[in-house]
Structures are given as structure tokens and as C-alpha cells.
């Protein structure tokens, strides 16, 4: 917001007075917040720092230690610099003592060899620093209207992004907490440049604290801010200043050229010289040259419409899914006319009438979440975002919500042919996720009346495709193996008959034997196709052991184990008694 003192130099009203440079060429980059005319040596006492200081010497101390203390007073108490016309109390030059002691203090020590009037030089900095300012509180004001714009519109982060960077003319970008990119907008870079191994790069930007939550690391030159609200962060929001790697002019608008060396002469002390006379160019990036004021509102406000942002989606989502779930439960225990769910559905834009329906869930197969905790609720809303993720990637719509603590349920109105759409719905949600994720689909229907069936047929399937691990990517009736379909008829009396007619009497041969047990030497037996070497090996029992105790099991039960259909009977009850006990 303030001007240099590199800057003050190069203005008119100064270069009247023929400026050289004696002393202090490090601070010329410091920032002058006002100029203040002094005739008092004690005059560091009221002062604040950042200081212009104009003199005409008259009543300085004669002697070298008061000159001394008068320079170290002002560096002490962080004026920007000195000037001293030349004329009335130094003639040729300052005091050698002075320009030693501005130089050893890095506080520019400028004189004015032709007589200068220092109002018109006060006049000239103090209308740069309010037009500055004002200029600050316009752009300050557009920031504030843009992203209060972006907000009621509910842009997409892409587009924030997009608009801090424009407004700003450096690149920005928005990463997660694992340092991936979430959207970024080069401002006009090479983007390949910006992004190329950006999570080890991100992760050496160090931002200490400067405004805020906010700060700025001078090594790297990104301004960074966290990305969250309620508590949580969940990314950063980073700007590169300057975009050119070099400290940008205090204002483009009214950019000047520096005062030629000539004019400043060569500077010197007790040794000859105290450095070079003709101001350079604009200084690398470092820590001397932080972020405007303007730049940290920027990125915060961003900062604030992508948080924003994000809750009003989250909330609005919520909500939608809360009314995606009454609907489907409506229909799953017609607790709503069919004709009220259509209508609700419809207010939703989910139009559910004259297109084919399709009931599917989808279920994490981890089963080692244990329902209704915190990690398995979690797991189960991101299920229910990857569901509508999908479904809108495939250009179909559907009620999507969860149907119970570990399942995902989604009444699909597919358009087009059944088949390709959910088989590409599938591929969608099981993008990344393919080993984890099962998903279950029931018989499409023409009718929303039928749909409850299309739902329960898709649930019933999810559950007997649990214990068919080898299965299809997309689980349908068709698909379900004999364990399912056992899975599926569990509650079924008749079933329940067969076990125990099948199974009963070595069931109580092994509940008055435990240690002694039967069905163990049964199973392995039958699932290693009756080959009985193997089937010994299997169980770490010798040739003789085993072939004894498979004659134990066939006197309790009275079949023949050589017999296809015998035990053809037996591994069927066997599955069937999995499913009754699972």
C-alpha cells in the first residue's frame, strides 16, 4: 500500500532538489508511510516508524556524537529514511558521521542539493499514499462483491479458483490435505510448470502465521490459507507472489522510472565510498517484499466461498438424500401411495413414471465395520456419494439412499436398454474401487407399482452374493450360485427339514463327542471332490486315521460316501446349514 523509499526518489517534487544518495542503499525498498518535516534532534521521540524524514539541519547538534545519536534515534525507532537539503547548515555535503552512521544502520540517507520546498514533496507522497489506499479499498470492495457473487451462485470450485486467480494475476491453487490437486488456474504460466511434482513441492511450503490463518512463505512464495470451516480443515488454497518471481511495482498505474545515476551522484564515508549510487531495479523476491494486504483478503475470501460452498452442498445433499430415503422406504413398505412417491419424486426432477425401473444396492464387502459406529456410518455416506457420482456420470437418474447400516440402495429410471445402462453404472461406481465394493441388481420393471419388487429382489441378491466371492462385477438372480440361492431360501421350513433329515444324527453324534468331531472330516471330504488322499492331507490326518473316521460318519448316517448322489444330498445340506447359521 505504501511507496518505497526507491519510489519517493523518483518523484518530481524530489527530482527538483537534485537527490544523491550518501548512504543506506539496502533500505531503499523500505515502505514510506508518511513524511514528517523535523528542525529538532529529539524529534525520534514522536515518532512511530515508517517515517520519511525531511531536514534542513539548522538544528541538529555541531558536534559528531549528537549527529550520531540523531541517525541511531531515528533507525532505532524505524523511520523509512532521511533527507537533508543542503544550503542552510551543510553546504558541500552531510557530515561524514552521518552518512557512517546511516550506513551502518541501513537507513537511507538521501540530500537534496538545490533548495527543495518539502511541502510540495509531502503533498506529492501523502496523495500517493490515499490514492493508494483508496485504490486498495476499490479492489478490496471487488474482491468482496465477486466472491459474494460466487457464493449466491454457488460456483463450483473451479471457477473460485478461476476468479482469485484473474483477480489477482498470480496463479492459485486448491489442494486437499494429501497435497492433491483439486482445481488450479495458472494465470496464464505453463500449467505443467506449476504442477509438475507438486505434492513433494507443496509439501516444502511452510507458511508461518502473518494475518490470521493465513501466511506467506518468502522462500518458496506462496501465500497460503486453510480451506474449512466448523472446525475442520479439508484443503489449502495457495498463491504464488509474485507470479514472475520478482517484487512487483508498488502500483502499475502509476508506475516511474527511477531517478538516472547521474543524478544521485556517487555516495560516501570515511573510507571513500558506502556503496552504490544508482538505485537498481525492482529487488528479487524475498522477505522484504511480503503480499499486499489486498492479496490476503483475496485468497481468504476465496478461501471462505470454497468452504462455504461446500457446506451449502453438503447440507443441501443431505437433505435431498433424507427425502430420497422417505421416498424409497415408501415404497419398500408402502407407507405412501405409489402415486404420492411419484409426485415427491418428480418435484426431486427424478422422473419415475413411463421408464423401465431398475432396484440395485450396492454394500462395501469389508465386513469388519461394525454397525451403526462412526467409521461404518462414514463408509456408508461416502457409498451413497460414490452412488450419485455415478449416476449422474452415466447421465441416468434415481433415488439413492441407504436402506440399511451396511447398504446402499438405488431405485435406477434407466433410459435407454437395461442392460448397457447398468453395466456402465457399475463400471462407474466401481472406478477405483473395484475389489471393495459389490453391487446387486434386481429384475428391471415397467412399472412404478412393481418397483418394490425390483428392490427387494436386488437386496436378496447382495445378500447371497456376499457368500459367492468368485461372482460377476454386476450381481443379478442369474448369477447367484448355489450358496446364494441356499443364502436366499435360508428362512424356508422345508430347507430347514432337509438339514436336519440330512444332517441331524452326525450333528448329534459330534454334540456328544466335541472333541471327536465329525462334520469337520465330512466337509473337507466333500470339498475336496471325494478324493480321499487328498482329503486327508487336507485335514493333516493319515491314510488309515482318515479312511476310519469317514467310516464313523457312514454307519451314523447310513449312506454310501462312494455313492454321487449320497454325497451330492450331503454337500447340499451342508451349504444349506452355512446359510442357516450365517
Given amino acids: 500500500m505504501f511507496p518505497t523509499v526507491r519510489e519517493v526518489i523518483a518523484l518530481d517534487p524530489v527530482r527538483v532538489g537534485a537527490p544523491r544518495l550518501v548512504a543506506g542503499e539496502s533500505g531503499l525498498d523500505r515502505p514510506v508511510r508518511w513524511v514528517h518535516s523535523a528542525e529538532v534532534p529529539d524529534i525520534a521521540t514522536l515518532l512511530r516508524g515508517g517515517e520519511l524524514v525531511l531536514t534542513t539541519g539548522i538544528g541538529l547538534p555541531a558536534d559528531d556524537a549528537g549527529v550520531r545519536a540523531f541517525v541511531n534515534d531515528l533507525a532505532e525507532v524505524g523511520v523509512a529514511g532521511l533527507v537533508v537539503e543542503l544550503g542552510r547548515r551543510y553546504t558541500a555535503s552531510v557530515p561524514r558521521v552521518m552518512a557512517a552512521a546511516a550506513q551502518k544502520a541501513g537507513m537511507p540517507l538521501i540530500e537534496l542539493r538545490r533548495p527543495t520546498p518539502f511541502v510540495r514533496i509531502t503533498e506529492a507522497v501523502h496523495s500517493l499514499i490515499v490514492d493508494a489506499q483508496l485504490a486498495e479499498l476499490r479492489a478490496t470492495e471487488e474482491i468482496h462483491q465477486r466472491f459474494t457473487e460466487l457464493s449466491v451462485e454457488g460456483a463450483e470450485p473451479a471457477e473460485v479458483v478461476h476468479q482469485a486467480a484473474q483477480l489477482a494475476g498470480c496463479p492459485v491453487v486448491l489442494e486437499n490435505l494429501a497435497r492433491q490437486v483439486l482445481a488450479f488456474d495458472a494465470a496464464g504460466d505453463r500449467a505443467e510448470l506449476l504442477l509438475d511434482g507438486w505434492e513433494q513441492h507443496s509439501r516444502r511450503v511452510k507458511a508461518p502465521p502473518t494475518s490470521g490463518r493465513t501466511g506467506y512463505d518468502p522462500d518458496t512464495g506462496w501465500l497460503v490459507t486453510p480451506v474449512g470451516a466448523r472446525g475442520q480443515d479439508w484443503g489449502r488454497l495457495l498463491l504464488r507472489w509474485p507470479a514472475s518471481g520478482t517484487a512487483q511495482d508498488f502500483s502499475a498505474a502509476r508506475a516511474v522510472a527511477l531517478a538516472e545515476p547521474g543524478d544521485l551522484g556517487e555516495p560516501a564515508d570515511?573510507?571513500?565510498?558506502?556503496?552504490?549510487?544508482?538505485?537498481?531495479?525492482?529487488?528479487?523476491?524475498?522477505?522484504?517484499?511480503?503480499?499486499?494486504?489486498?492479496?490476503?483478503?483475496?485468497?481468504?475470501?476465496?478461501?471462505?466461498?470454497?468452504?462455504l460452498g461446500r457446506l451449502i452442498r453438503r447440507d443441501a445433499e443431505g437433505l435431498e438424500r433424507q427425502l430420497h430415503g422417505t421416498l424409497l422406504s415408501a415404497l419398500l413398505d408402502h407407507s405412501l401411495p405409489v402415486s404420492e412417491v411419484a409426485l415427491r419424486a418428480a418435484a426431486l426432477g427424478i422422473q419415475l413414471e413411463r421408464r423401465r425401473l431398475v432396484g440395485v444396492v450396492v454394500r462395501h464387502r469389508d465386513e469388519s465395520l461394525v454397525a451403526g459406529t462412526e467409521a461404518a456410518q462414514a463408509a456408508l455416506r461416502d457409498l451413497a456419494d460414490a452412488a450419485s457420482q455415478a449416476v449422474r456420470e452415466t447421465?441416468?437418474?434415481?433415488?439413492?439412499?441407504?436402506?440399511?447400516?451396511?447398504?446402499?440402495?438405488?431405485?435406477?429410471?434407466?433410459?435407454?436398454?437395461?442392460?448397457?445402462?447398468?453395466?456402465?453404472?457399475?463400471?462407474?461406481?466401481?472406478?477405483?474401487?473395484?475389489?471393495?465394493?459389490?453391487?446387486?441388481?434386481?429384475?428391471?420393471?415397467?412399472?412404478?407399482?412393481?418397483?418394490?419388487?425390483?428392490?427387494?429382489?436386488?437386496?436378496?441378491?447382495?445378500?447371497?452374493?456376499?457368500?459367492?466371492?468368485?461372482?460377476?462385477?454386476?450381481?443379478?438372480?442369474?448369477?447367484?450360485?448355489?450358496?446364494?440361492?441356499?443364502?436366499?431360501?435360508?428362512?424356508?421350513?422345508?430347507?430347514?427339514?432337509?438339514?436336519?433329515?440330512?444332517?441331524g444324527?452326525?450333528?448329534?453324534?459330534?454334540?456328544?463327542?466335541?472333541?471327536?468331531?465329525?462334520?469337520?472330516?465330512?466337509?473337507?471330504?466333500?470339498?475336496?471332490?471325494?478324493?480321499?488322499?487328498?482329503?486327508?492331507?487336507?485335514?493333516?490326518?493319515?491314510?488309515?486315521?482318515?479312511?476310519?473316521?469317514?467310516?464313523?460318519?457312514?454307519?451314523?448316517?447310513?449312506?454310501?460316501?462312494?455313492?454321487?448322489?449320497?454325497?451330492?444330498?450331503?454337500?447340499?445340506?451342508?451349504?444349506?446349514?452355512?446359510?442357516?447359521?450365517?
Avoid: M, W
Avoid at 445402462?421 to 407399482?449: K, N
Fill in 270 to 307: 570515511d573510507a571513500g565510498t558506502v556503496g552504490s549510487a544508482a538505485p537498481s531495479g525492482p529487488r528479487a523476491l524475498g522477505e522484504e517484499h511480503p503480499p499486499p494486504t489486498r492479496l490476503v483478503i483475496l485468497l481468504e475470501r476465496a478461501a471462505s466461498t470454497l468452504a
Fill in 505 to 582: 444324527a452326525l450333528l448329534a453324534y459330534d454334540a456328544e463327542h466335541p472333541r471327536d468331531a465329525l462334520l469337520p472330516t465330512l466337509r473337507v471330504f466333500l470339498e475336496q471332490g471325494r478324493n480321499k488322499a487328498a482329503a486327508a492331507g487336507a485335514a493333516h490326518l493319515s491314510r488309515p486315521a482318515f479312511y476310519e473316521r469317514l467310516a464313523r460318519i457312514e454307519r451314523i448316517l447310513g449312506v454310501d460316501l462312494d455313492s454321487v448322489q449320497a454325497c451330492l444330498s450331503l454337500h447340499v445340506a451342508l451349504l444349506a446349514r452355512d446359510a442357516l447359521r450365517g
Fill in 395 to 503: 447421465k441416468q437418474t434415481a433415488l439413492i439412499s441407504a436402506v440399511d447400516d451396511r447398504a446402499v440402495g438405488a431405485l435406477l429410471a434407466v433410459r435407454g436398454e437395461e442392460e448397457p445402462a447398468l453395466e456402465s453404472f457399475a463400471a462407474a461406481l466401481r472406478r477405483g474401487r473395484a475389489d471393495t465394493l459389490l453391487i446387486a441388481a434386481g429384475s428391471g420393471v415397467d412399472s412404478l407399482r412393481e418397483a418394490r419388487r425390483s428392490l427387494v429382489e436386488a437386496r436378496q441378491v447382495a445378500e447371497a452374493a456376499r457368500h459367492d466371492p468368485a461372482g460377476p462385477a454386476l450381481h443379478r438372480l442369474p448369477n447367484v450360485g448355489l450358496a446364494g440361492l441356499l443364502h436366499l431360501l435360508r428362512d424356508e421350513p422345508r430347507l430347514q427339514t432337509f438339514v436336519e433329515r440330512q444332517l
